[in-house]
């Protein structure tokens, strides 16, 4: 199995920055995509960011310029510099991870965080 552990969320005025971790442990082979999700109230969960195993990253329109994804593949790890932060980014922040599982016949499957709660307040 494997386990997401998220840090880094919290609250902070307009204007200001946090940076979310995300990191995985467990049986795992490799990671391919890792990628951070949120949900507002009464929204559905929309992709925020997404980097490849190669470092190829995607970001939605709404946080490009003020949202970096980065990742750390000797820590099996994905992080989130989120700067600039706006009231609407307020959300519930999900990891979420593409995995090739440790054990024979090394299964893909995909692996969600427990969420960390982001509040920006105007």
């Known amino acids: 199995q494997v386990q997401l552990v998220e840090s880094g969320g919290g609250l902070v005025q307009a204007g200001g920055s946090l940076r979310l971790s995300c990191a995985a442990s467990g049986n795992i082979f490799s990671i391919n995509a890792m990628g951070w999700y949120r949900q507002a109230p009464g929204k559905q969960r929309e992709l925020v960011a997404a980097?490849?195993?190669?470092?190829?990253?995607s970001y939605a329109d709404s946080v490009k310029g003020r949202f970096t994804i980065s990742r750390d593949n000797a820590k099996n790890t994905v992080y989130l510099q989120m700067n600039s932060l706006k009231p609407e980014d307020t959300a519930v922040y999900y990891c979420n991870v593409d995995v090739i599982g440790g054990v024979l016949p090394r299964p893909r499957y995909t692996v969600w965080g427990q969420g960390t709660q982001v509040t920006v307040s105007s």
């Open positions: 980097i490849t195993s190669g470092g190829t990253t």
